[in-house]
């Protein structure tokens, strides 16, 4: 079963610029999550959707940041425009969420790694 | 954002030790996991944790979901360079669609 595929791995923009990640999960996952990762710290998230419907954008900083997953599958990721402190890692998950206990198991991709300059 | 407070924060340990670390919380969960992360990579799964009192393990790993269903154990047998990295605790309540992580255990195996 193939994981969780993300991409670019790595990008380095300049301050203000912008930047977009791509995210798809596990086959057949209903729940997909964004998370940063800033150096030295446990993983944050930033926004939560099950199927195509978001279900915690909290923590997203929605001057800035923006996510979609129009079809339920795949997702993006946008920042526009970057700032220094959004150096990170940018991981995104999923997980099953089909009524189970066990569904609730999340399993992340390699993460997308931020530098801005 | 909250997380869960995760001991020790790092450890030095001679090859062939064995590690424990823990994770607590001030709220019931009802799932616990535990994962590793590499430099330059995103976190592994090790062990997913659903029942109170549940003991699981994965090779020369252990973990488990403590009776008050407020803190997690995670140990290491015989630790073997290879099991250098950052341990990662997370938590999830019944009613919640959100995970709580710890802030991480750095290991490092002295040969």
């Known amino acids: 079963e193939a994981g969780v595929a993300q991409s670019p791995r790595y990008k380095i923009i300049e301050k203000r610029q912008s930047v977009a990640f791509w995210c798809n999960p596990i086959?057949?996952?209903?729940?997909l999550y964004w998370y940063q990762q800033i150096l030295g710290q446990g993983p944050k998230l930033l926004i939560q959707f099950q199927n195509n419907g978001v279900v915690d954008d909290s923590q997203l900083p929605k001057d800035r940041f923006s996510a979609e997953r129009l079809k339920g599958v795949d997702s993006t990721l946008k920042i526009q425009p970057a700032k220094l402190e959004d150096s990170a890692v940018y991981l995104c998950?999923?997980?099953?969420?089909?009524?189970?206990?066990?569904?609730?198991?999340?399993?992340f991709g390699e993460g997308s790694w931020l530098t801005v300059v | 954002g909250q997380q869960l407070n995760q001991s020790p924060q790092s450890m030095f340990i001679q090859e062939g030790e064995d590690v424990s670390m823990n994770c607590t919380s001030s709220?019931?969960?009802?799932?616990w996991l535990w994962y590793k992360q590499d430099p330059g990579e995103g976190p592994v799964l090790l062990i997913a944790?659903?029942?109170?009192?549940e003991l699981t393990s994965n090779g020369r790993l252990t973990a488990q979901f403590g009776i008050t269903r407020k803190d997690s154990f995670l140990n290491i047998s015989a630790s073997i360079p290879s099991d250098v990295g950052i341990y990662f605790c997370a938590g999830r309540s019944s009613g919640t669609y959100k995970y709580i992580f710890g802030t991480g255990t750095r290991l490092k195996v002295l040969a």
């Open positions: 998950a999923s997980s099953l969420d089909r009524g189970s206990t066990s569904g609730n198991t999340i399993y």
């Open positions: 086959s057949g996952h209903a729940t």
């Open positions: 709220s019931i969960f009802n799932t």
């Open positions: 944790l659903y029942k109170a009192g």
